[in-house]
């Protein structure tokens, strides 16, 4: 769903510098949120959404923004869920890594390096893990390498990321470990949460390729090792997810959210979504910039009430999903698709249109043959007991 401006003067643009702009975006008093793993998973799950990655890329507080328009989302993990996590991962590794390196495969006399990764800030964690995967690799045993930190580049700044372990194999492959507490019900486990930690650990896996681009002899594993609780129970069992969509999808938002500064720039001048600012004047700034509304969204973002609200009330038929959005073709709004259906607008020959006027036609003739039978129970065989 695209919303934009669509009354005013037309756009000036702005001349002040782009990372300047940026800073304005977000308000001036305003420090920019920082991205990390789960925000950048969530870019590569709507690649078409500008207005997400504008306010990503600027470090506009999204729930600040969505409360100062007054759509504020219950959004992020619960507080339960957190904690169910937190045990998990602390059942996984309590003694010292020994069963997540078994699911590995990783099990014999010389056993495995399990390196120290304390160091003093972000700065000094990465370069302290970036330490510790080359060694591990030239070194060519197994090593577990527990939250280890890993930088990546966003946008020109730093996002900081810690994958829940990184696994060194003795032939210089690493391998990211996701230790996540929904349940894995024989040997399969929800889609959707499946998909979100693929993503999730594809992002990892590009932050991993950074490092073994400068590092001989090393590679980065295009699968993951998913490590969930078995059935019912407390003990983990492990699945390798393959995570190579993903990590196109994700390389490919990476390289839009550079262009950021272009879709600033292309914004009217003073445009700014500082939650500060009155309501009227946020809601202007956020339709200034286009969006891609997909119920997904309820899931990953926080303007998506705002964003859901404005797409329901333009009628927009991507409320209805990305698979019903994509057999509709041409026809944007659900008042389109009615009169397309009715035969009042409309290309026959589109198979969309053809399909729409088929169903109604059906749909007509079933709701025709409805009244008598209705007025005419008796004809029923069944209807003799029925009360
Ligand atoms: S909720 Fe709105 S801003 Fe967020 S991804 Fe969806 S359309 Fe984009």
Same mark, same amino acid.
């Given at each position: 769903m695209s919303e934009s401006l669509d009354s005013g003067p037309p756009p000036q643009a702005p001349t002040t510098p782009p990372r300047q702009r940026l800073a304005e975006l977000r308000g001036p008093d305003a420090r920019p949120r920082p991205l990390d793993a789960r925000a950048l998973a969530a870019l590569a799950a709507n690649p078409g959404c500008d207005r997400r990655a504008l306010l990503d890329g600027a470090g506009v507080d999204k729930a600040a923004l969505a409360t100062a328009l007054g759509s504020p989302a219950p959004f992020g993990q619960s507080q339960f869920a957190f904690m169910r996590g937190n045990a998990f991962e602390a059942r996984v590794t309590s003694d010292g890594g020994a069963e997540l390196m078994r699911l590995l495969g990783a099990e014999g006399p010389t056993g495995f390096a399990l390196p120290d990764l304390a160091a003093a800030g972000p700065e000094g964690r990465t370069a302290r893990t970036a330490l510790a995967l080359r060694q591990a690799t030239a070194d060519g045993v197994w090593t577990l390498l527990r939250h280890p930190l890993l930088a990546l580049e966003v946008a020109g700044a730093p996002a900081y990321l810690e994958p829940d372990a990184v696994v060194v194999h003795p032939d210089g492959r690493w391998t990211v470990v996701e230790i996540k507490s929904f349940p894995m019900i024989d040997a399969s486990a929800d889609a959707a949460k499946v998909g979100a930690a693929a993503?999730?650990?594809?992002?990892?896996?590009?932050?991993?390729?950074?490092?073994?681009?400068?590092?001989?002899?090393?590679?980065?594993?295009?699968?993951?090792?998913?490590?969930? &609780?078995?059935?019912?129970?407390?003990?983990? =069992?492990?699945?390798?997810?393959?995570?190579?969509?993903?990590?196109?999808? =994700?390389?490919?938002?990476?390289?839009?959210?550079?262009?950021?500064?272009?879709?600033? =720039?292309?914004?009217? #001048?003073?445009? %700014?979504?500082?939650?500060?600012?009155?309501?009227?004047?946020?809601?202007?700034?956020?339709? #200034?910039?286009?969006?891609?509304?997909?119920?997904?969204?309820?899931?990953?973002?926080?303007?998506?009430?705002?964003?859901?609200?404005?797409?329901?009330?333009?009628?927009?038929?991507? %409320?209805?999903?990305?698979?019903?959005?994509?057999?509709?073709?041409?026809?944007? =709004?659900?008042?389109?698709?009615?009169?397309?259906?009715?035969? %009042?607008?409309?290309?026959?020959?589109? &198979?969309?249109? #053809?399909?729409?006027?088929?169903?109604?036609?059906?749909?007509?003739?079933?709701?025709?043959?409805?009244?008598? #039978?209705? %007025?005419?129970?008796?004809?029923?065989?069944?209807?003799?007991?029925?009360?």
């Open positions: 993503r999730q650990a594809a992002v990892y896996v590009l932050a991993l390729e950074r490092i073994a681009a400068h590092t001989g002899g090393a590679s980065v594993a295009e699968s993951v090792l998913l490590v969930c &609780p078995k059935d019912f129970s407390n003990l983990p =069992t492990a699945s390798v997810v393959d995570v190579r969509k993903q990590l196109s999808v =994700t390389r490919r938002q990476l390289a839009r959210l550079t262009r950021v500064e272009d879709i600033a =720039t292309a914004l009217p #001048a003073g445009v %700014t979504f500082d939650p500060e600012r009155p309501a009227d004047e946020l809601r202007a700034a956020v339709a #200034a910039v286009p969006a891609a509304y997909a119920p997904g969204c309820l899931a990953a973002c926080e303007l998506a009430f705002h964003c859901r609200d404005r797409a329901r009330r333009a009628g927009a038929v991507e %409320t209805l999903g990305r698979s019903v959005r994509g057999e509709l073709g041409g026809l944007r =709004t659900v008042g389109d698709v009615l009169a397309a259906a009715r035969g %009042t607008a409309g290309d026959p020959d589109d &198979p969309a249109v #053809a399909a729409l006027r088929r169903a109604a036609a059906l749909r007509a003739e079933a709701l025709a043959a409805l009244p008598a #039978a209705r %007025t005419a129970p008796e004809e029923l065989p069944e209807a003799a007991g029925c009360h």
